[in-house]
């Protein structure tokens, strides 16, 4: 059984421009997460898909948005970066639907705006 | 109301101690309750969790205690070692899960 994985492991971009990271759920797991963890802060909560529908949004602009795939995988883009954007990138993936709490954590993307 | 309150922000202790971590929350709503430990350059690791309806949980060295009228839980680490060293998150959830800011521990030799 392989773990939550992440690409890539860091990343770096200009203010303006658009980023895609990438996440592969756990084995069997269906419902993804992404969380954006700011440096000395918790993890704050983007956007969770099941199914391959967005299925809950947290305080975050449309210019956050997601996709997930058919094999659980999920992407996370962002466009026009700003420089407050730049943070560790979390993906977490869960079994079961959205009732299921126990989640589990990729080692994330760490992207750079400059 | 969906925060989640945590401290304290940093805490010392010596081989053996027994750190204590402490998280507040509002929503009543929130119907579950998980401590994450960080490493340096990973993600959060699930420790140990728990509902409203169990007042403690252990699980080896890490016991989380839960006040559901003060709507307080809190983590203790038993005989903690200097691998313990790590950032621990508080977590709540309802429709979705909200962290406390961490609290940075480190254990000394």
């Known amino acids: 059984e392989t773990g939550v994985t992440q690409s890539p492991t860091h990343l770096i971009k200009t203010r303006g421009q658009q980023v895609t990271l990438r996440c592969s759920s756990q084995?069997?797991?269906?419902?993804v997460s992404w969380y954006q963890q700011a440096l000395g802060q918790g993890p704050q909560f983007i956007f969770q898909y099941y199914r391959e529908e967005e299925n809950g949004r947290g305080n975050f602009p449309p210019r956050f948005s997601g996709l997930q795939f058919p094999n659980y995988s999920s992407e996370l883009n962002v466009n026009a970066l700003e420089l407050d954007d730049s943070a560790l990138y979390l993906c977490?993936?869960?079994?079961?639907?959205?009732?299921?709490?126990?989640?589990?954590f990729g080692p994330g993307t760490r992207l750079t705006v400059l | 109301q969906q925060q989640v309150k945590q401290s304290p922000q940093s805490l010392i202790v010596q081989k053996g101690g027994i750190p204590i971590i402490n998280c507040a929350y509002e929503n009543t709503a929130f119907d579950y309750f998980p401590w994450y430990q960080q490493f340096p350059g990973k993600g959060p690791a699930l420790l140990i969790a728990?509902?409203?309806?169990?007042s403690e949980k252990k699980e080896g060295r890490f016991t989380i205690s839960f006040n559901k009228s003060a709507k307080q839980f809190s983590l203790h680490i038993m005989d903690s070692q200097p691998g313990d060293s790590a950032t621990y998150f508080c977590a709540a959830k309802g429709d979705k899960l909200i962290f406390g800011t961490g609290t940075r521990l480190q254990v000394f030799p």
């Open positions: 084995s069997g797991h269906n419902t």
């Open positions: 728990i509902r409203p309806d169990v």
């Open positions: 977490a993936s869960s079994l079961g639907g959205p009732i299921h709490n126990e989640q589990f």
